[in-house]
T-cell receptor
Framework: NAGVTQTPKFRVLKTGQSMTLLCAQD?????MYWYRQDPGMGLRLIHY???????AKGEVPDGYNVSRLKKQNFLLGLESAAPSQTSVYFC??????????????FGPGTRLTVL | KQEVTQIPAALSVPEGENLVLNCSFT??????LQWFRQDPGKGLTSLLL?????REQTSGRLNASLDKSSGRSTLYIAASQPGDSATYLC?????????????FGSGTRLSIRP
């Protein structure tokens, strides 16, 4: 099992450009999450999904869109990148939202720089 | 609103010492608490997850405790080694019926001096 994978690992964008980050998991997890991590801070939730075809806003959703067309994939889009979106982006997934199986498993991260 | 605090932000100790990292949270209605390790420029490595019904978890030289009533968790590292140098993040799980959301602390950057 590869677990949670993220593509790409690094990216540099110019202000106003768009891009999509891909997260894939092979653990048949229902729940998937996108976080961003800024220097000296913990991770903050951007968007999440409770199942195929569903998405919901997290703590810092502005400037991002997401889609969950397939259960195993969760896409994070930046329509018009801004320097404030320079960050490290982490994807995570979990089998459930409660009980014994809600532990979240994290991908290796995508380092994004917006100039 | 849940807030997770980790103090100190940075800690440096000589090799071989036992040490304790602290995590506090403002709302005791949490589901789980998890400790992660993050090496510079890398992703998160899960160390220990404590479920709300548990009071501690152990793995090798690591021991994590949870006291929900006081809003505190500690990560104890025994016989520290230079390889333990990393940032340690504490995270609490919220939400019982909807998607379980994690609130992270800002981390403690640990440096073990040889």
């Amino acid at each position: 099992n590869a677990g949670v994978t993220q593509t790409p690992k690094f990216r540099v964008l110019k202000t106003g450009q768009s891009m999509t980050l891909l997260c894939a998991q092979d653990m048949n997890h229902e729940y998937m999450y996108w976080y961003r991590q800024d220097p000296g801070m913990g991770l903050r939730l951007i968007h999440y999904s409770v199942g195929e075809g569903t998405t919901a806003k997290g703590e810092v959703p502005d400037g991002y869109n997401v889609s969950r067309l397939k259960k195993q994939n969760f896409l994070l889009g930046l329509e018009s990148a801004a320097p404030s979106q320079t960050s490290v982006y982490f994807c995570a997934s979990s089998y459930s939202a409660s009980g014994l199986y809600n532990e979240q498993f994290f991908g290796p991260g995508t380092r994004l720089t917006v100039l | 609103k849940q807030e997770v605090t980790q103090i100190p932000a940075a800690l440096s100790v000589p090799e071989g010492e036992n040490l304790v990292l602290n995590c506090s949270f403002t709302d005791s209605a949490i589901y789980n608490l998890q400790w992660f390790r993050q090496d510079p420029g890398k992703g998160l490595t899960s160390l220990l997850l404590i479920q709300s019904s548990q009071r501690e978890q152990t793995s090798g030289r690591l021991n994590a405790s949870l006291d929900k009533s006081s809003g505190r968790s500690t990560l104890y590292i025994a016989a520290s080694q230079p390889g333990d140098s990393a940032t340690y993040l504490c995270a609490v799980y919220e939400g019982y019926s909807s998607a379980s959301k994690i609130i992270f602390g800002s981390g403690t950057r640990l440096s073990i001096r040889p």
